[in-house]
């Protein structure tokens, strides 16, 4: 399997509950490199941009309210197969439905405050990346 790089952020609840260490050490210890990395305080502009194709979704507002209810940690990860392994790693999108031991198993409580986001395929990955590291401002090794 190739070397993937795929967006990832580690959404308000989760880093109200002070959790974002122990999310990161998941992606270590699965062999993914964390090589760009920053916290910020979306914007709904920001937030609706990132979440477009929702759009139209009846969830939406919801979904953007929560995205800016607090700062947000937002990384790449860069590893063999990595849009996969960071989707695995994070469980299912309700966390009712998600398997033990995944990120959004321990550590969600609800399909809206679900703690983590990852870029479901390489196109939107390299979309995702882009949109938060419009300077690539990576740093791969
Ligand atoms: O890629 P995911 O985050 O697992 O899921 P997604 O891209 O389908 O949806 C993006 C986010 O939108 C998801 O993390 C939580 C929210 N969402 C998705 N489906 C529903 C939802 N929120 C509510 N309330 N109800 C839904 O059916």
């Given at each position: 399997m190739a070397t993937q790089r795929t967006l990832s952020i580690i959404k308000p609840d989760a880093v109200a509950k002070n959790v974002i260490g122990q999310i990161?050490?998941?992606?270590?210890?699965?062999?993914?490199?964390?090589?760009?990395?920053?916290m910020a305080q979306l914007s709904r502009a920001e937030a609706e941009g990132f979440y477009a194709?929702?759009?139209?979704?009846?969830?939406?507002?919801?979904?953007?309210?929560?995205?800016?209810?607090?700062?947000?940690?937002?990384?790449?990860?860069?590893?063999?197969?990595?849009?996969?392994?960071?989707?695995?790693l994070m469980g299912a999108t309700d966390p009712?439905?998600?398997?033990?031991?995944?990120?959004?198993?321990?550590?969600?409580?609800?399909?809206d405050a679900n703690a983590v986001h990852g870029s479901d395929a390489?196109?939107?990955a390299k979309v995702e990346i882009a949109y938060f590291f419009p300077a690539l401002?990576?740093?791969s090794r």
């Amino acid at each position: 399997m190739a070397t993937q790089r795929t967006l990832s952020i580690i959404k308000p609840d989760a880093v109200a509950k002070n959790v974002i260490g122990q999310i990161y050490t998941r992606f270590e210890n699965a062999g993914l490199k964390i090589i760009a990395s920053r916290m910020a305080q979306l914007s709904r502009a920001e937030a609706e941009g990132f979440y477009a194709v929702h759009r139209e979704r009846p969830f939406f507002k919801d979904l953007v309210d929560f995205m800016v209810s607090g700062p947000v940690v937002i990384q790449v990860l860069e590893g063999e197969g990595a849009i996969l392994k960071n989707r695995d790693l994070m469980g299912a999108t309700d966390p009712k439905k998600a398997e033990k031991g995944t990120i959004r198993a321990d550590f969600a409580d609800s399909i809206d405050a679900n703690a983590v986001h990852g870029s479901d395929a390489e196109e939107t990955a390299k979309v995702e990346i882009a949109y938060f590291f419009p300077a690539l401002n990576v740093y791969s090794r």
